[in-house]
């Protein structure tokens, strides 16, 4: 089964922006709905947005408004752009793509995700 490879993590200060990558191959690429989740410490992974096919989006309350999720099917990649960060963002971010939205909460191809720490 595809996993896919999250990047972009890092280290910013509260207010900063910082750009998510996740690439997969083959079926992955092609499925309908992709999203992102995230895990901060101690807590479990919880998604936080997702799109499908035509570009149609949905996002959690925590980061609405704040983070752009967006998708490249021919570079078989799935983005997601976090801006105003808040120390809550602090995390590990991984993606999930599969035929229906509500697939994604029993997703469990996980990619290695990527570390986003939110400090001052």
């Known amino acids: 089964q595809v996993r896919p490879v999250e990047s972009g993590g890092g280290s910013a200060e509260p207010g900063g922006s910082l750009t998510l990558s996740c690439t997969g191959a083959g079926h992955w690429c092609s499925r309908h709905c992709m999203g992102w989740f995230r895990q901060a410490p101690g807590k479990e992974r919880v998604g936080i947005a997702n799109?499908?096919?035509?570009?149609?989006?949905n996002y959690g309350p925590a980061v609405r408004d704040r983070f752009t999720i967006s998708r490249d099917d021919a570079r078989c990649t799935l983005y997601l752009q976090l801006d105003r960060l808040k120390t809550e963002d602090t995390g590990t971010y991984y993606c999930?793509?599969?035929?229906?939205?509500?697939?994604?909460?029993?997703?469990?191809?996980w990619g290695p995700g990527t570390q986003v720490t939110v400090s001052a």
């Open positions: 999930a793509a599969e035929s229906t939205c509500p697939a994604l909460a029993t997703y469990g191809a």
């Open positions: 799109i499908v096919s035509d570009g149609s989006s």
